[in-house]
């Protein structure tokens, strides 16, 4: 461990690493180079927000068998939320990055300079382009431009605000590969890659974990401001859980509060939305399995060439579990659950999970958002659009979400209308009857809304990482532009 002064403050700064390059100042927020036996202030950088991870500088745990501590946190921006990407020394002397996103986690590590000479520029990737590396195929899940607006730790190279981050994440099952182009120049014309998987905290026997009462003390804060509770616009108080989320939609005037910084900021207002009086509120609270859920916001969703086929997303969280979503349709409520893993295979006609065969249900189309208000980990705009497929194996199902900057899948499951009812003691809940009727009427119970990630993660914070190299992480290889909808003769 190297210990110096801060050049800015005199406060003391801790260097762990002996690969860390810089060192932020957890006093003044200077940014202090280190090189040979000189450190200098090469100005500051931006304080964090205090969100619901868990994680903490100071956490540590095991992956593939190495022990890890976290060191440092990068805290990246882009044009619909937030994700962390962490930085983490081994016992071995070497880094990783953990990116950290609406709950997900990708760890993954850096490969040599030159592993990705044979990836296509940053402008050609898209969602669900194909791109092999060590002999798997992965395939594109997340594209993104990210700027760095806070920092805190120990990091590897020399970072600051307004630093962009222009990263391509993508999946193989439960593998993670991040193309990170943040650094592409003339002398350095390829990519950084970054290779790793999905994985869960306690898979990690994460030690030192912010406890539920330290995330509720401090989550959703910079240091020495208050946090934000009336809307900018209307003075309405906003049903906000601090730290939770940073996008909050004022449910009296619908309009969009961005509370990630030290003031809200009202970013649009959607004074024409139609207000939707959803079954569920803002606010209510259940025990699942023994564990409490609120809902913290929910989403009005309609098909485009269809007003009347509508359902609503309820987006629930618990300080210890994350997110989880509950959807309503006229053919009754599912419980969703966003995937950390890529199908095995999937075509216009089927979808394989786990070695379950899923058969599609309906042809591709669009959704839009038509009404939102709560609280959201990215942000929500009435109009938003998604493409989806679907798919269906019994009463599980199967779903794709894309639009142009990422693609999603999650599985749904039936919950009757009786445990919804007897979930939150709601007299209002009654049975929900499928409309006979409606032939062509599309069940999208279940079908939840990400408008994006990051998630990606990153990889979120996470959902690819920029610096996720940091953050959703890795890949390299040779990039063929297959398209994912393989005739059923592929499979």
């Known amino acids: 461990m190297f210990r110096t002064a801060c050049p800015s403050c005199g406060a003391e700064v801790l260097f762990r690493s002996t690969i860390s390059a810089i060192a932020v100042c957890e006093y003044c927020q200077s940014t202090v180079l280190r090189s040979a036996d000189e450190v200098k202030d090469i100005g500051k950088i931006g304080k964090v927000l205090e969100d619901y991870s868990p994680l903490q500088i100071g956490t540590s745990g095991v992956f593939a068998g190495r022990a890890f501590t976290v060191i ?253 979503w509950l959807v309503e349709a006229k053919d009754g409520w599912t419980k969703v659950k966003v995937l950390n893993e890529m199908p095995e295979s999937w075509s216009d006609a089927h979808a394989t999970l786990k070695g379950q065969r899923y058969s599609k249900m309906y042809d591709s189309y669009t959704a839009k958002v038509v009404y939102a208000a709560g609280a959201f980990n990215w942000r929500v705009s009435v109009g938003d659009r998604v493409q989806l497929w679907e798919y269906q194996n019994g009463s599980e199902r199967l779903c794709k979400e894309k639009n142009n900057a990422e693609v999603v899948w999650s599985q749904a499951s039936k919950i009757s209308n009786q445990q919804i009812a007897q979930w939150f003691s709601k007299a209002k809940v009654q049975a929900i009857k499928s409309d006979e009727d409606s032939g062509d009427q599309r069940s999208m119970a279940w079908r939840y809304t990400l408008i994006l990630l990051a998630i990606n993660l990153p990889l979120v914070l996470f959902g690819g990482e920029v610096i996720e190299g940091l953050f959703w992480t890795g890949l390299a290889g040779y990039i063929l532009h297959w398209p994912l909808n393989k005739s059923d003769s592929d499979e």
């Open 72 to 324: 440092g946190r990068i805290q990246l921006r882009y044009d619909a939320g937030l994700w962390n990407e962490w930085y983490v020394s081994f016992d071995d002397g070497k880094y990783g990055w953990l990116g950290d996103t609406c709950g997900q986690y990708m760890f993954t590590l850096p490969l040599p300079e030159g592993g990705a000479a044979n990836a296509p520029q940053f402008e050609y990737l898209s969602p669900e382009m194909r791109y092999e590396h060590g002999g798997r195929a992965y395939v594109v899940t997340d594209k993104r431009t990210a700027q760095c607006v806070g920092g805190q730790g120990e990091l590897p190279f020399v970072v600051g605000n307004g630093y962009v981050a222009k990263v391509v994440d993508c999946r193989s099952g439960d593998r993670f590969l991040t193309l990170d182009y943040s650094d592409v120049n003339a002398a350095k014309p390829e990519p950084q890659l970054y290779v790793g998987e999905a994985v869960e905290l306690k898979n990690l026997q994460a030690q030192l974990l912010r406890s539920d009462e330290d995330i509720q003390r401090s989550a959703g804060r910079l240091k020495g401001t208050p946090n934000v509770l009336d809307c900018p616009s209307c003075g309405n108080q906003l049903q906000y859980r601090a730290g939770v989320a940073t996008q909050i939609v004022c449910a009296a005037c619908g309009s969009e509060v961005d509370c990630s910084g030290d003031r809200a900021l009202v970013l649009s207002k959607h004074t024409e939305a139609e207000r939707y009086h959803a079954t569920l509120d803002v606010g209510d609270a259940t025990m699942i399995s023994g564990v409490s859920w609120t809902v913290i916001g929910l989403i009005e969703m309609a098909e485009t060439e269809d007003d009347d086929s509508h359902w609503t997303e309820y987006l629930l969280y618990n300080w210890q579990q994350g997110f989880q």
